[in-house]
């Protein structure tokens, strides 16, 4: 009976030890299987979120710079036009053209020897004088120009567009320069200024064409050369893409950079990676939360089993050992508990299968839910309208964004920004169809997808939600205004990139119109 008992207890301690072990590993295998696939589905995320905002910044600042070569061009036309004017009717046009356009901080011409013949503000101070070094050098080339930042004679750090100037008989005049003071206030400097840094650290920053610090959230690091950041180099040989890199600071950032080919500049878009990785931990945080309370009933349960699963074995060695003995044997009472119990074990294993299974659906459905307006994001999108343009279904795809909500923010605060958000979305929701889907795109703008509508009947839909917009108290206490941006499949285009690349065109010119309106693409 000694040996007996210590072989029951040994059995008992191995199938313990077994369901504790089998319990643990597939809890393991569990977690580290879903740690992976959320780390890889939030940096994919970050990357692409990060490439989309490069890639909108970069086509802000390329209509930018058009606009203001155009100006430039414009100006000198003016003047070759009409040579009879006065030095100081000139000096009058710069001033009135400097005011209005805001492009730069200041306006300049500077004749074929290199003298300063007018400038806008005249405050600069250097009317009257002739220039040396760069400014020389721009002059002389006699062809359109934008300088790579250097330090002018004033200690600005500026860059320096030119446009060359001929009379009407065609004879070198000199330049028309205008200046962008990169540490300065200036239309530049506000595009790049808004909401540089993200709550979860994500920022961006301007790189010139020799890898040098055009634009940074600190000031101070303007004019830093960054060349042996990893990916500037590839920015210096125009290419764009994403991937993780270690910046010059020594910091791991998840990054997508832009080339901007009308300039020879780059835009780099990054998120620190210790952020997505604070995320990670909160989601492993709240998988053991989850999992704690079952995984104890469950531990319990199994070792009770496990005493359970030991009995009818430890009966049949009761009646082995009885062989070789004169006792009479009695054959033990087999119960049906047995495979009951067993049964019950598996029922567990699988009602903690579905458990993770079940969270895991929950957590991706997470993934494509927007938390502060309950719409889907960028990611369902995707998903949605993909779908649609495989099955070559007509759709309407309108941009839509908050006209000044920087404004709402710094006024009213943030956390009045996010009600403001969530009044937007449940305006838009109760003015559309059931099969139509509303999509929070990043920020304050939104995508609004109309399945089965061409862009007229698309156009009408958004003047409506705009008017209703405008005539609804928000939570500020008063109406906010919208504008809006509207592409059509496949008639505008059929690739998806071009149709949201129409779409945030639309949705600018009615920025560029005064806000407040919805703008249709047209082919032309």
Not at 357 to 364: D, F, S, V, Y
């Amino acid at each position: 009976m000694k040996n007996l008992s210590n072989r029951k207890f040994k059995l008992t301690s191995l199938l313990m030890f077994l369901i504790i072990a089998s319990v643990l590993s597939t809890t393991f295998i569990l977690l580290f299987a879903s740690y992976q696939s959320e780390k890889k589905s939030l940096t994919d995320t970050y990357l692409t979120l990060n490439s989309s905002k490069s890639e909108k910044l970069s086509s802000s600042v390329n209509s930018l710079f058009k606009s203001m070569r155009i100006s430039l061009q414009e100006t000198t036309q003016f003047l070759s036009n009409n040579p009879n004017m006065t030095d100081e009717e000139i000096q009058e046009h710069l001033e009135l053209l400097r005011n209005n356009s805001r492009y730069f901080n200041s306006l300049a011409w500077v004749d074929e020897t290199g003298f300063v013949r007018d400038i806008a503000p005249i405050s600069v101070g250097i009317k009257g004088n002739y220039i040396t070094g760069v400014t020389k050098d721009v002059v002389d080339a006699k062809k359109p120009m934008l300088t790579a930042p250097y330090k002018a004679p004033t200690g600005r750090i500026l860059v320096l567009m030119s446009e060359p100037y001929y009379d009407n008989k065609g004879n070198y005049k000199g330049i028309i320069g205008g200046s962008i003071y990169l540490q300065e206030k200036n239309v530049l400097n506000e595009i790049l200024g808004n909401d540089i840094i993200d709550q979860n650290g994500s920022y961006y920053y301007v790189v010139g064409p020799n890898g040098t610090l055009l634009f940074h959230p600190k000031t101070n690091r303007i004019g830093e050369g960054v060349i042996d950041n990893p990916i500037i180099p590839k920015l210096v040989q125009g290419q764009s893409g994403m991937e993780r890199v270690t910046n010059s600071e020594g910091v791991p950032m998840l990054a997508a950079y832009n080339y901007l080919s009308e300039i020879g500049w780059g835009v780099v878009q990054q998120t620190p990676v210790s952020y997505v990785d604070g995320l990670l931990q909160k989601h492993i945080q709240n998988l053991l939360l989850i999992f704690l309370l079952p995984f104890i009933i469950l531990l319990i349960v199994s070792l009770s089993f496990a005493r359970k699963l030991a009995k009818p074995f430890i009966d049949l060695a009761d009646v082995v050992n009885q062989f070789g003995t004169d006792k009479q044997i009695h054959p033990p009472v087999f119960n049906s508990h047995w495979n009951r119990e067993a049964d019950l074990l598996t029922k567990s294993l699988i009602i903690a299968i579905e458990a993770v299974e079940n969270n895991n659906t929950l957590l991706k459905e997470e993934a494509m839910t927007d938390a502060l307006t309950g719409l889907s994001n960028r990611k369902k999108l995707n998903k949605v309208i993909s779908y649609l343009a495989g099955e070559g279904q007509l759709f309407s795809l309108v941009a839509i964004d908050i006209d000044r909500f920087k404004l709402i923010n710094d006024s009213y605060g943030h956390q009045m920004g996010d009600e403001v958000l969530k009044f937007l979305a449940q305006t838009v929701r109760s003015a559309i169809r059931t099969k139509d889907g509303f999509f929070r795109y990043g920020g304050e703008e939104f995508i609004l997808l109309l399945p089965d509508t061409n862009s007229s009947e698309a156009y009408s839909l958004s003047e409506k939600i705009r008017t209703t917009i405008a005539n609804t108290i928000s939570p500020v206490g008063k109406p906010i205004n919208i504008s809006l941006g509207v592409s059509e499949f496949p008639t505008h285009s059929d690739s998806l990139d071009d149709l949201f690349l129409f779409a945030d065109k639309a949705l600018y010119r009615s920025k560029e119109n005064g806000r407040n309106q919805t703008t249709l693409w047209g082919q032309d």
